[in-house]
Every structure is written in C-alpha cells, then in structure tokens.
C-alpha cells in the first residue's frame, strides 16, 4: 500500500503563490508517475500536473501550465506542486495521487490507485 498526505494548502488572496507538498510512504517504488488533480464545489475531479518516476517528464493542463511547476524529490519521497498567480478559478481542493499508470492516460481519475485526503486552497479578495 502506498500513503499520501498533502499539505500546504490555505486561503490567499489573487496573485498569491503557494507550495503544495505531497508526502509519500509505503512501496512508493513501484510507481512511475505522481500525480495533482483538483476538485472545485460541485465539479468533478480534474487533472493538474503529473510528474514522472526520475522527474524528467512532466505534463500539465492546459489551464494551469503557464503558472503552476510540478516537481519531486524522490529522496524524500515527496512531490511538490509550486502555484502561481493563484484566481479564483484554482479555489479547489488538491489531491495526489500515484500509481502504475500508462502514460497515455496520466490526466485520467479512474486510472490511479492511490490518493491522498486533499488540502483546500481558497482563493478570494
């Protein structure tokens, strides 16, 4: 089994920045790829980034990639998500997830088998 637990989260105001950390135990090994999603109020869990196993492939959605960077540092068995000039459309909660996932379907929920409770970043003036 694979732990992960989020933090970092908060409330900020527009433009703000923040570093999300997803802290990672168990057979961490045996998954090649990390993952963020994020869910808003009402709407369905949405990829993020992803960051594969050495940290050489990285992907992003469209909506986030020219202000979010996604990173890890396997010796610590941790992913970073750093967040950028943060709107009021990034208000959500943010989850990890791992797990051994092909890297046609990276941005797709139903594909990872391990997730963390999520941290809530508020965004509001």
């Known amino acids: 089994q694979v732990q992960l637990v989020e933090s970092g989260g908060g409330l900020v105001q527009p433009g703000d920045s923040l570093r999300l950390a997803c802290a990672a135990s168990?057979?961490?090994?045996?998954?090649?790829?990390i993952s963020w999603f994020r869910q808003a109020p009402g709407q369905e869990r949405e990829f993020v980034a992803a960051i594969g196993w050495t940290g050489g492939s990285t992907y992003y959605a469209d909506s986030v990639k020219d202000r979010f960077t996604i990173s890890r540092d396997n010796a610590k068995n941790t992913a970073y998500l750093q967040v950028n000039r943060l709107n009021a459309e990034d208000t959500a909660v943010y989850y990890c997830?791992?797990?051994?996932?092909?890297?046609?379907?990276?941005?797709?929920?139903?594909?990872?088998?391990?997730w963390g409770q999520g941290t809530q970043v508020t965004v509001s003036s």
């Open positions: 168990g057979r961490t090994y045996r998954q090649n790829i």
């Open positions: 997830a791992t797990g051994v996932i092909s890297n046609s379907n990276y941005y797709d929920v139903s594909a990872y088998q391990y």
